[in-house]
């Protein structure tokens, strides 16, 4: 069984695949389709966005389709940089992006850099409601990059409870913790009713 997600970040391919892989799942993304797809992610919320591609591609393929929307919300920025993410600092650069936001919380103290991750995954196939999850996992912006597996801003993501940053942690020890492992966790609770309903 093969399962189609809608993402172009080969981050978030990799981690899909790690937990899909064990799962005896396939996983495909927009890499892997012969033809681009235009998607305009001008959606106001992680559901909304979500919602835009996975619709984009179920209509285009007529295929069930997932779709991860997610980002960094950082308390001291009032939530910033949230759904802009992936071009907080003009196109999609996580190095530009993470510079940017270590300059935007240049001299704040630790107790005051506290941020979390959000991660809404969406389901949709034909003549069905979508199916929508969404988990979050706390933790800290560091001052300087720490660590080099991962994406985004894991190098900036220290996680607490492991003393680590998510660029630290192996795809393993991530996918059992981060905003997106927990995801994935809460739709595999309620896919199946959702499947065969
Ligand atoms: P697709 O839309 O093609 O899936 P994208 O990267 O544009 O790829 P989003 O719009 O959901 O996806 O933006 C998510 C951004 O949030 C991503 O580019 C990273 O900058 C950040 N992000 C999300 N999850 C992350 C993670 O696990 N680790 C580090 N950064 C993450």
Redesign the pocket.
């Known amino acids: 069984k093969t399962i189609l997600i809608?993402?172009?970040?080969p981050?978030?391919a990799a981690?899909y695949r790690n937990i899909f892989e064990e799962k005896g799942l396939e996983v495909k993304t927009?890499a892997d389709l012969p033809e681009k797809y235009d998607?305009n992610?001008n959606g106001t919320s992680?559901e909304e966005?979500?919602l835009i591609?996975a619709n984009t591609l179920m209509n285009a393929l007529d295929l069930p389709v997932l779709?991860?929307?997610?980002?960094?919300i950082v308390d001291a920025l009032n939530g910033a940089?949230g759904?802009h993410?992936?071009?907080?600092a003009g196109d999609?650069d996580?190095a530009a992006?993470n510079q940017k936001l270590l300059q935007n919380l240049a001299g704040l103290p630790f107790e005051k850099r506290t941020a979390r991750?959000h991660?809404t995954i969406v389901v949709v196939r034909k003549n069905h409601e979508p199916l929508s999850v969404s988990s979050e996992v706390s933790g800290h912006i560091l001052t300087k990059a720490q660590g080099s597996d991962?994406?985004?801003?894991?190098p900036l993501?220290y996680y607490t409870p492991l003393k680590k940053s998510?660029a630290e942690l192996t795809m393993a020890e991530?996918n059992q913790v981060?905003?997106?492992g927990l995801a994935v966790a809460k739709l595999a609770q309620v896919f199946d009713d959702w499947w065969n309903d």
């Open positions: 809608a993402t172009a970040n981050g978030k981690e927009l998607i992610e992680f966005n979500a591609k779709a991860d929307d997610s980002g960094l940089p759904i993410s992936a071009r907080y999609h996580d992006n991750f991660c991962g994406f985004g801003y894991d993501f998510f991530k981060s905003h997106r």
